[in-house]
């Protein structure tokens, strides 16, 4: 048990003092002096290999909690199968102005509007070559500078810097905060930008490319979304980033702008796992995530269609210790279900997803 998982219970009231992204910032210090945990062993029902890559379990660490790859071994510590780094920038940009990080206690959600502040390529590159013979899953999400002149060259940057050190790449076109990133979901220019990254994969070795979308996207949008990725070289698709719209909350910060993360993009983000399922027949593995916070939301979004997981906000609330509950959570399930793999489960529940939630 790492050090971070015995203290978190005492120091949450500590971190819960200081304002989202301060307490953000220690929790990164402390992961760093926390000391190497020993390995773990998982439920050989839980096991899972996608494209190409071997997971111990679904569960791993969205992209966004360690934006600079500072402390990627101590998640995967933590007991996650797999830890996601970035959003990463060519160039090191500052993000948006601060306060740009908000807990929503009552509603057990975040929003955030950071703008893909990062130290930028050559900063993680540094990182994660120093860290490459200890083995574990790490992906990286990369992004546009925010003042590109040409964002689909700054993806393709992004995949030629980290193809020979990240475990997969996440092409991120889906954060509410760089103004007019999400109109790379067009038909037309997804098919152009995934288009570009795949010419470059063609010249050279590169690791599994996943697409990470908005759960905001409209019925047609999301139809041609699924043709393209039919279409052009996916490895898979993570559903989904975070949301605009405003579900019932109770917080004095609920009208703060930015992405809504948490409890309650659940529903809305699970609703668009479940169709894009079935636009694409299950030949493209996808990523759930949004508002994963026990086993029962976990084994929840696996039926809806996800064949892997990753989780952030919730950790907020309740620290690593909810990586241990899930896991376990979902071998229990597994098995009371008369799974032989928790594969088996994957899109079970699809169709049932046949209304859009209300905001």
């Avoid at 007991?79 to 996601?84: A, P």
């Avoid at 930008?193 to 599994?208: F, H, I, Q, Y």
Wanted: with cysteine.
């Amino acid at each position: 048990m790492s050090l971070s998982r015995r203290s978190f219970p005492l120091i949450r009231p500590l971190l819960h003092a200081f304002d989202a992204e301060t307490a953000h910032r220690l929790t990164i210090t402390a992961l760093k002096l926390a000391p190497a945990a020993q390995a773990q062993a998982f439920a050989p029902e839980l096991a899972a290999s996608l494209f190409g890559l071997s997971f111990a379990h679904p569960l791993g660490l969205a992209a966004g909690f360690d934006k600079n790859g500072e402390v990627p071994d101590a998640m995967l510590a933590e007991g996650l199968s797999f830890v996601e780094v970035g959003t990463v920038t060519p160039l090191p940009q500052q993000g948006n102005p601060r306060p740009r990080l908000f807990r929503l206690s009552e509603d057990q959600a975040v929003i955030n509007r950071m703008g893909f502040n990062n130290e930028g390529h050559d900063a993680l590159r540094r990182r994660l070559e120093a860290r490459r013979a200890r083995g574990g899953i790490v992906g990286v999400n990369i992004g546009a500078n925010k003042d590109a002149a040409d964002r689909i060259g700054d993806y393709v940057k992004g995949l030629e810097a980290f193809r020979d050190l990240a475990s997969y790449l996440t092409v991120n076109i889906s954060s509410p905060n760089t103004p007019g990133l999400r109109n790379l979901q067009s038909k037309a220019e997804l098919e152009t930008l995934l288009g570009r990254l795949n010419e470059a994969r063609a010249r050279k070795a590169t690791p599994p490319l996943l697409v990470k979308i908005a759960p905001d996207l409209a019925e047609a949008d999301l139809d041609d979304i699924a043709q393209v990725f039919l279409t052009e070289k996916v490895d898979g698709v993570i559903v989904s980033n975070t949301t605009i719209t405003r579900p019932h909350l109770r917080s004095t910060h609920a009208r703060e702008t930015g992405g809504l993360s948490g409890r309650p993009l659940f529903d809305l983000a699970t609703y668009m796992l479940a169709q894009l399922y079935l636009r694409l027949e299950g030949r493209i593995p996808l990523i759930g995530v949004g508002g994963i916070d026990s086993a029962e939301a976990a084994f929840a979004k696996i039926a809806a269609g996800a064949h892997l997981l990753q989780l952030y906000s919730a950790l907020v609330f309740e620290g690593p210790v909810l990586v241990t509950r899930i896991v376990d959570g979902l071998t229990a399930k597994c098995r009371a279900s008369g799974f032989s793999n928790i594969g088996q489960a994957v899109g079970r529940t699809a169709r049932d997803y046949q209304k859009r939630p209300g905001i």
